[in-house]
């Protein structure tokens, strides 16, 4: 019997089995993004094989993004073909199930943990974030960080700590925001805060924008707006049209999965302490 069984995925979960082989797990592994792995790594063709002969089960974070195939790299991986092979002795370890994966393991009686409910694992997670998103605007501007003015969107997990990491690195960190709650948090927090309906006004003086709410925010007008040296970073996707940002020549970024391409190392560590944890609790 494997202790694990590791499929689909980024880096992350890659250089999460190897950190599981050297601590003497055995592991089974399908489609990890990867090529060197621990000798106690056993790559295999069957998932039914794997899910029969192993006792715990990592599948990618998020778990998918059509709830139709697992979120793989290479392989078609049907999401059907996990849960009918699930078994009574899996436990299954992912991220971003929806409700009927969750209730079809209440049904079978199978153990299933969602890592993004773990408010430790999405802080840190926000690190990674962070620090990647950071570290991405200061080489895609050809401006100078130390005497632009910042623009933090937002202010969940991602938008705090982008905005407290900020402050040292730019001249002044403003926030914008419209949920009452975020705005008394930046203001406690020192920071310079408006609400969406005057970004138009404020807009131009921007060098550094950073958006991390899930909406639309950037309109053709916003656009217009920007001055001729402002990078909008996006961990979002869904900030501003992409195509009209290129028809603007606006210096527009998104950074789809930046924990599992640019912080893979910190993740799959901090995501093995908390597998192991769980799993001990269990016992």
């Given at each position: 019997m494997f202790d694990f069984f590791i499929v689909g995925g980024d880096k992350r979960l890659?250089?999460?089995a190897n950190l599981l082989a050297y601590k003497n797990f055995k592991v089974l592994a399908y489609d990890l993004d990867g090529e060197n792995f621990n000798e106690n790594v056993k790559q295999i063709n069957s998932i039914k094989f794997a899910l029969k002969n192993s006792k715990n089960i990592i599948v990618p974070i998020p778990f998918s993004k059509d709830f139709i195939y697992l979120n793989s790299k290479n392989k078609k991986i049907?999401?059907?073909?996990?849960?009918?092979?699930?078994?009574?002795?899996?436990?299954?370890?992912?991220g971003g199930f929806n409700n009927k994966i969750l209730n079809f393991c209440e049904k079978k009686n199978f153990f299933i943990y969602?890592?993004?409910?773990?408010?430790?694992?999405?802080?840190?997670?926000?690190?990674?974030?962070?620090?990647a998103a950071i570290a991405k605007a200061i080489l895609k501007n050809p401006v100078n960080m130390h005497f632009s003015k910042c623009l933090i969107l937002g202010f969940g997990n991602c938008g705090k700590i982008i905005a407290k990491k900020l402050e040292n690195l730019c001249s002044?960190?403003?926030?914008?925001v419209n949920n009452e709650m975020e705005k008394e948090w930046a203001k406690a927090l020192g920071f310079s805060v408006f609400g969406l309906d005057s970004l138009r006004f404020k807009i131009e003086k921007f060098n550094y924008i950073f958006n991390t709410i899930p909406q639309k925010i950037f309109n053709c007008d916003l656009l217009d707006n920007l001055n001729k040296f402002a990078l909008i970073l996006d961990i979002t996707k869904f900030g501003a049209d992409k195509k009209e940002?290129?028809?603007?020549?606006?210096?527009?970024?998104?950074?789809?999965?930046i924990p599992g391409k640019f912080k893979f190392i910190s993740s799959?560590?901090?995501?093995?302490?908390?597998?192991?944890?769980?799993?001990?609790?269990?016992?």
């Open positions: 890659s250089y999460m049907y999401i059907e073909e996990i849960l009918c092979n699930l078994k009574n002795h899996n436990k299954l370890f992912g969602d890592y993004l409910k773990n408010k430790k694992f999405v802080i840190n997670n926000s690190i990674n974030t962070s620090e002044k960190v403003f926030v914008c940002c290129e028809k603007k020549l606006v210096n527009y970024e998104y950074i789809p999965g799959a560590e901090y995501l093995t302490d908390v597998t192991l944890k769980i799993i001990k609790k269990l016992k």
